[in-house]
């Protein structure tokens, strides 16, 4: 039985923030932005914060076509993409 591999893909600052104050992702370069999304554009299954997606959004890149596209957040957000993508703030379990 193969085990599933679990990929942690994120920008990160050197001080440990995913975001500054406010949702402001202006540390991260559009290259590694572009890396995230050619890289996941290969997954299975994709979870994914809303400030993420809204990137994806604005770079034409959502959803990613191969992958179960989870996005993690607390606004609602109308799904036109049918059962390839859950908005949520559940817990995984």
Sequence with gaps: MTKPKVVV???QSLNGLITKDGDDTSFLSRKSFLG???HSQKAGNLIIGRTTYEMSLKTN???FKKALNIVMTHEPIKNRWGDKVI???KPPK
């Design 36 to 38: 995230f999304q050619d």
């Design 61 to 63: 890149y959502f959803p």
């Design 9 to 11: 893909y994120m920008g």
């Design 87 to 89: 908005f949520t703030d």
